[in-house]
T-cell receptor, first 115, second 117 residues
Framework: AQSVTQLDSQVPVFEEAPVELRCNYS??????LFWYVQYPNQGLQLLLK??????LVKGINGFEAEFNKSQTSFHLRKPSVHISDTAEYFC?????????????FGAGTRLTVKP | GAVVSQHPSWVICKSGTSVKIECRSL??????MFWYRQFPKQSLMLMAT?????????EQGVEKDKFLINHASLTLSTLTVTSAHPEDSSFYIC?????????????FGNGTRLTVT
């Protein structure tokens, strides 16, 4: 089975600074990777996903992530954050087997953007 | 994009009563729906996987008689918390998937804040 580790539980950063939220995964098979964002008292919204092809994936709200197979990582980055980016971010992994319903989530990283 | 509607967004009930939470896929047919529980400042804990027309598959440690799941159609799944107690107070989130394939992302409802007094 696959698992996800988000290395930082909290990341404080000032507005307009760059940010990187780290995610590492483990799996015995090839995987699909996802990043979701959760605003207070809401469900999760898909930011971006890696399925295949280019290892640099661009998502909504100016976020991007890079899949690194050798390091089993899928770190999320944004070059300049806004106050509105303050939220909880979850990395998730799903294996590539057919008819697979199993998606595993990391523990989450709380991004706090300060003025 | 795919939309999942979850209702109610918040509910307060008395200990011993039952509460039903609905999860609807509005613009796609959800072959599978998932129910999660989220404690403050923690990740999502998968409670059960719900497939249309069949019994839900519960994760280890989740009481199936307490958390009743019904997936009556391809667009509706319900979670009923029976005989609720204060320790059941939590944030419950549903998600849906239009495809069984692993590359199909999950679409989430906005969650239900349950408070049992």
């Amino acid at each position: 089975a696959q698992s996800v580790t988000q290395l930082d539980s909290q990341v404080p950063v000032f507005e307009e600074a760059p940010v990187e939220l780290r995610c590492n995964y483990s799996s015995s098979v090839s995987v699909y990777l996802f990043w979701y964002v959760q605003y207070p008292n809401q469900g999760l919204q898909l930011l971006l996903k890696y399925l295949s092809g280019s290892t640099l994936v661009k998502g909504i709200n100016g976020f991007e992530a890079e899949f690194n197979k050798s390091q089993t990582s899928f770190h999320l980055r944004k070059p300049s954050v806004h106050i509105s980016d303050t939220a909880e971010y979850f990395c998730a992994v799903s294996d590539r087997g057919p008819n697979n319903n199993d998606m595993r989530f990391g523990a989450g990283t709380r991004l706090t953007v300060k003025p | 994009g795919a939309v999942v509607s979850q209702h109610p967004s918040w509910v307060i009930c008395k200990s011993g009563t039952s509460v039903k939470i609905e999860c609807r896929s509005l613009d796609f047919q959800a072959t599978t729906m998932f129910w999660y529980r989220q404690f403050p400042k923690q990740s999502l804990m998968l409670m059960a996987t719900s497939n249309e027309g069949s019994k839900a598959t519960y994760e280890q440690g989740v009481e199936k008689d307490k958390f009743l799941i019904n997936h009556a159609s391809l667009t509706l799944s319900t979670l009923t918390v029976t005989s609720a107690h204060p320790e059941d107070s939590s944030f419950y989130i549903c998600s849906a998937r239009g495809s069984l394939r692993g590359h199909s992302p999950l679409h989430f409802g906005n969650g239900t804040r349950l408070t049992v007094t």
